[in-house]
């Protein structure tokens, strides 16, 4: 990873832990399997970044950002039987819309340098 995508990458997980911390006591969200899975992939994202990258090189703003946001994804307090809100009729946002999930897809879209959402 450049030294960019780090700060970008440490910079989205800053958002994503934001999301995640926040939504996991929203009513619906903090029970859906949705909110559990994008967690998990979340810290999965988190773990290889720590194995490929030189965060000795990012300035202490952005690595005390990191820190932050590893801490608060570790400590979410994730639901031990999630449910499928959307499936079973719970969550009603139209077009299959997600909070959480669209969070990830934008997170994603930033850590591979692609075109966000529009």
């Not at 030294?3 to 969200?29: I, T, W, Y």
């Not at 999965?44 to 950002?65: A, G, H, T, W, Y």
Request: glycine share 8%; hydrophobic share 30%; aromatic share 8%.
């Amino acid at each position: 990873m450049s030294e960019h995508s780090d700060v970008n990458f440490a910079r989205g997980l800053g958002f994503m832990a934001g999301v995640l911390v926040k939504h996991q006591n929203e009513p619906l969200c903090g029970k859906c399997r949705g909110l559990t899975k994008t967690a998990h992939r979340v810290r999965e994202r988190m773990n290889q970044f720590e194995q490929s990258s030189e965060k000795r090189n990012l300035p202490v703003d952005i690595q005390e950002l990191y820190s932050g946001a590893k801490e608060a994804m570790y400590g979410l307090h994730l639901s031990d039987e999630p449910v499928p809100q959307k499936k079973l009729g719970n969550c009603n946002l139209p077009d299959r819309g997600c909070f959480v999930k669209y969070s990830m897809a934008f997170f994603e879209n930033i850590i591979n340098g692609t075109q966000p959402l529009e």
